[in-house]
């Protein structure tokens, strides 16, 4: 109860503090129409003018709540318009890149703890990976893409969306691999057991606390590799082609809404990881000693 | 005929190369284990204790002399499963249960899927565990965790019982309830048992033999053979024979320089 009063708070604040700003910030266009019109609008008649306006510069809470509903509940789903529509494609290429990140990040992973060499030569590479703006690298892997023959713009999303994704299931999976300790490998050892029993009997079930923490991270990555893979690269569908869309035709409700519908999707997405992390969990001996 | 000790060490040399130059943790250390023996190691920290430990279990190797064990290399006789090692922290894998942890050895060792539960049985009841199978680690107390990992040094029948500090971490009330259990299940058991300690009354209360060592470089200084009985009641401690050992261990103790600094 306290907490979800204390989340009411902090969400009453921001809407708060929107209405503030959606007020000072639409102002200036309510101010200029009246004086064409050679009137001094009163304070009501501001306020009202800034809450309603169709190409506001920040549109007000309501307005873009207004909006979603529209864009999920009234649309038919399989509208252009519809931000669920948008939305399933974005998801597409998330959990496309998100499987392939976690691939990636736990294939390279098992490769840098069993080799010497990997490490050596496949770390720095990762980490430089990490150095290169995602949005500058974008536009030349839909074009790659293209060349190697596929039209469909999924395979150079989810590819962008693996890029972001696969670095935390690296970092954390190395981590993991290497947290037992030269008594946990002592032991082993008095058994007489074999490298890959150690990987299989060990390392591997103790590193999973650790993928799973960064399951979450690299999810929310996914997305917002998916996203940017939208933005710059021509797409005409999912929640970047809308956010685009929105700022070059002068329509902010589209490109708020869009925002939004993001973010629920990105909250979505992270509860399901949590719940997945949990059952883990539970089937792990139910807590950490 | 005389029987053959079942860990022979003789002059035994250890030197770690280290960026301070080389640290000699055993020197000329020989020294003979019966089948059926209590042996406590016992000296302040530096002394080779672990060490002597690690270089019979083939975990450390000696860079001089020669050691045996049931007649073997010490790599040997690891790949012939010749003793369970316990370490200082029971070291449970928490995603395990009790019976998964013990059942771990035996999954490493290739034992038969169908001979598992018989053993897991048999060694949790004599580490007084039975019920606690299907417990996760962290359901259980630090004393009944280190009794789990005793079993699971125990599932696999190795006649050669290694401890390194297995009741360091506990609390005095906890370790001399443990002293007394292990002292039932080495009569029961009739292993062979080589105990690293640093607590004087531990070291006499448990061993038929005792093992004096001293650090710079690491050598044994003492070598006591208990006159105290093979049955020990806990209140044998305040008995005078068994102060006369305890008083002995400490002269030895004295002896090597572990009091100074």
Known sequence: ?289 | MTKKPVISARDLDLTFETNDGPIHALKGVSLDIEKGDFVSFIGPSGCGKTTFLRVIAGLEQATGGDVSVNGMTPEEARKSRAYGYVFQAAGLYPWRTIEGNIRLPLEIMGFARADMPRRIERVLKLVDLEGFGRKYPWQLSGGMQQRASIARALAFDADILLMDEPFGALDEIVRDHLNEQLLALWAKTEKTIGFVTHSIPEAVYLSTKIVVMSPRPGRITDVIESPLPRERPLDIRDTPEFLEVAHRVREGLRAGHAYDD
């Open chain 1, 1 to 289: 109860m306290r907490n979800i009063l204390s989340i009411l708070t902090v969400v009453i604040a921001i809407i708060a503090l929107w209405y503030v700003g959606s007020f000072f910030m639409n102002r200036a266009w309510v101010m200029d129409q009246a004086a064409r019109a050679g009137e001094t609008p009163s304070l009501m008649q501001q306020i009202e003018g800034t809450m309603t306006q169709d190409r506001a510069k920040l549109p007000a809470p309501h307005q873009v709540a207004q909006e979603l509903w529209k864009g999920t509940v009234e649309k038919k789903v399989t509208s252009k318009r519809s931000l669920v529509y948008h939305g399933y494609i974005t998801f597409q290429s998330t959990m496309a890149g998100f499987a392939l990140g976690i691939f990636a990040g736990v294939a390279l992973a098992v490769l840098i703890v069993v080799s010497r060499v990997a490490d050596l030569a496949l770390m720095p590479w990762a980490i430089i990976s990490q150095t290169i703006p995602v949005v500058a690298l974008a536009p030349m892997i839909v074009v790659l893409s293209n060349a190697v023959g596929f039209e469909s713009l999924i395979v150079p999303k989810a590819l962008i969306a693996a890029y972001l994704s696969f670095f935390p299931v690296l970092v954390s999976m190395i981590a993991g691999l290497r947290s037992p300790d030269g008594m946990q490998l002592d032991l082993l050892r008095t058994y007489g057991a074999s490298q890959s029993q150690v990987f299989w009997k060990l390392r591997l079930p103790a590193s999973l606390p650790y993928f799973f923490a960064s399951l979450k991270i690299a999810v929310a990555a996914s997305l917002v590799g998916a996203i940017v893979g939208e933005l710059p690269t021509g797409a005409i569908a999912g929640l970047g082609a809308r956010m685009l869309i929105g700022s070059q035709f002068g329509q902010p409700m589209i490109m708020w809404s869009a925002l939004f519908a993001a973010a629920i999707l990105a909250a979505l997405l992270i509860w399901l990881v949590t719940g997945i992390e949990a059952l883990a969990a539970r089937m792990m001996g139910g807590r950490r000693a």
